[in-house]
């Protein structure tokens, strides 16, 4: 079963009354997403993504092309398709000086959800995402992961069927949005809803995902599992060694070893896992008598994804 079938998807943003500025900002785009799945779609600024998004969760309407939403037409059948999915944004805001409580409740209101249902839902999302401590603090004084936190309980008040995530972590530091990420996974194995998120990160698409689309320019260039799209566009860990020039030559025969290129100061590989590789590669460079000066580990960057993909 389909949560979301899109076809051709094209929207353009046109501005201005005199000089016409017309943004091709999705180019034909179809995307299809299984029920339960966690989906990720990543891209640089501009992509298209959050264009994408409201697309599928009724916002925007798109120029051309066919959106089918949990088996619904999102033109012919918004309101029916509204009911069963939310979308949380990392730029939510709401107003400054509500408290979470009621924040909450305004927003159940509007989802129809009223009474004693509506008190019990609001008390067991603050309570599943953490919000207990901060009930009484004005919306403007919480700090950026409560505010994120705050804008996924607002998500969850219609028990959506699929949820949109609109860079879920934006802003937050390391341990914050891992706890949000396993949040977002329990999401998903404990209630089976589908999740469609948007991000920058790598390494959060590959933790979150089942599958991921690399958008650019209003257009999607590869989707896959991350070991496919690793596979198939070869990105990987960056070990970087600092060597006399020469060493380390044969490095790149190596298994796991994808690339080996020469630095002004050694080496770089790019191998499918730096835990996996980096104990063999020191090995070998060891078994050839070199000096090794220095060892830095990085995780590929999106920008190196896109290069490798726009080729
Ligand atoms: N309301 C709008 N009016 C005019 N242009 C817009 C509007 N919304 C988006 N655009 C343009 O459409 C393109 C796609 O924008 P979109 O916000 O979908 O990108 P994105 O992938 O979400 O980027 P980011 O990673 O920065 O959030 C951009 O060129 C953007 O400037
Ligand atoms: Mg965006």
């Known amino acids: ?51 994408l998004l409201s697309i599928l969760a009724t916002l925007l309407t798109p120029d051309r092309g066919e ?33 979470i409580p ?6 159940g209101r509007l989802y129809g959800v009223h009474g004693a249902t ?5 008390d067991e999302l603050i309570h599943t995402c953490e919000l207990d401590a901060h009930r009484r603090v004005p919306y403007n004084e919480l700090s950026t992961g409560l505010k994120q936190r705050l804008a996924l309980a607002k998500s969850l008040l219609n028990e959506p069927e699929l949820l949109f995530l609109d860079e879920p972590t934006l802003g937050l530091d390391p341990d914050v949005s891992a706890r949000l990420r396993r949040h977002i996974a329990s999401l998903r194995s404990e209630r089976g809803m589908t999740i469609v998120l948007t991000t920058h990160y790598m390494r959060e698409a590959e933790e979150l995902c089942d599958e991921i689309a690399f958008i650019k320019a ?43 290129t020469p630095t002004s100061d050694g080496l770089e590989c790019t191998v499918d896992s730096a835990e996996k590789r980096l104990p063999e590669l020191l090995a070998a460079l060891h078994g050839e008598g070199a000096t090794v000066r220095g060892v830095a580990v990085r995780e590929p960057q999106l920008e190196e994804v896109f290069v490798e993909l726009a080729r």
Do not use: C, H
């Open 218 to 260: 209003g257009q999607i260039l590869a989707r896959g599992t991350a070991d496919q799209l690793k596979r198939q566009i070869a990105i990987g860990d960056v070990i970087a060694f600092r060597l006399d020039p020469g060493a380390g030559a044969r490095l790149g025969e190596m298994t796991g070893v994808l690339r080996a």
């Open 102 to 107: 009621e924040i909450l409740a305004f927003y």
């Open 67 to 99: 959106v089918y939403v949990l088996g619904l037409d999102v033109r012919r059948e918004a309101d029916a398709v509204r009911r069963r999915l939310n979308m949380a944004s990392g730029n939510a805001s709401f107003l400054w000086n509500l408290r």
């Open 118 to 122: 509506l008190r019990r839902r609001v």
């Open 1 to 51: 079963m389909l949560a979301i079938d899109a076809r051709e998807v094209a929207k353009t943003f046109r501005a201005g009354l005199i000089r016409r500025r017309e943004t091709p900002a999705l180019r034909g785009v179809s995307l299809t997403v299984e029920r339960g799945a966690v989906f990720g779609l990543l891209g640089p600024n501009g992509a298209g993504k959050t264009t």
